[in-house]
């Protein structure tokens, strides 16, 4: 079965340096999706991405991150300068629509520890 | 602020009980709902969605709704100890393309 894959699986990075997660959603989706979770929290959405553009984001994505597709199998999260509070697992989801019939699909996740 | 609330568990049941799952969301225009199944530092994996009232099967998992009371449930018959997992609720909203969360249902299966 087709999965979505992340990169690296757990990242450790100096508070203050630049961060990026990558992810190679499922081939035939066409709609990506960030979202992280603290540890013991919610699971929170960051940012959907559709036809090479952000299509919505939430207060979380402040000017701090961005996204881009940067080929056609890649999606990649970066994060400029770290704060010790981006130390979540971050999950990438793809999704063949946005429609109500057509589910997010999880990757694996990446632990970001900022030190 | 689109809320989604469950009971926060845990839920412990025996071996071949039945586990009832509730969840109860704000957004009325609220289209699709999902179930999720996370183990401990795992990713959410999709176990079933359900966007018409009513009922829907899917091997052990029956997923309910009811759009008029705004409320969402996931039964698991047979519960076997590999259900053991927290089980996260999540909503897609009339107009957007995010999901929303729930903070999850904690769920032991007692051997």
């Known amino acids: 079965e087709p999965e979505v894959t992340q990169t690296p699986s757990h990242q450790v990075t100096q508070m203050g340096q630049e961060v990026i997660l990558r992810c190679v959603p499922i081939s035939n989706h066409l709609y990506f999706y960030w979202y992280r979770q603290i540890l013991g929290q919610k699971v929170e959405f960051l940012v959907s991405?559709?036809?090479?553009?952000?299509?919505?984001k939430s207060e979380i994505f402040d000017d701090q991150f961005s996204v881009e597709r940067p080929d056609g199998s890649n999606f990649t999260l970066k994060i400029r300068s770290t704060k010790l509070e981006d130390s979540a697992m971050y999950f990438c989801?793809?999704?063949?629509?946005?429609?109500?019939?057509?589910?997010?699909?999880f990757g694996d996740g990446t632990r970001l520890s900022i030190l | 602020q689109k809320e989604v609330e469950q009971n926060s568990g845990p839920l412990s049941v025996p071996e071949g009980a039945i586990a009832s799952l509730n969840c109860t969301y704000s957004d009325r225009g609220s289209q699709s709902f999902f179930w999720y199944r996370q183990y401990s530092g795992k990713s959410p994996e999709l176990i079933m969605f359900i966007y018409s009232n009513g009922d829907k099967e899917d091997g052990r998992f029956t997923a309910q709704l009811n759009k008029a009371s705004q409320y969402v449930s996931l039964l698991i018959r047979d519960s076997q100890p590999s259900d053991s997992a927290t089980y996260l609720c999540a909503v897609l909203g009339s107009n957007d393309y995010k999901l929303s969360f729930g903070a999850g249902t904690t769920v032991t299966v007692r051997a």
């Open positions: 989801a793809s999704s063949e629509g946005a429609v109500i019939n057509q589910p997010q699909h």
């Open positions: 991405f559709y036809n090479n553009e952000i299509s919505e």
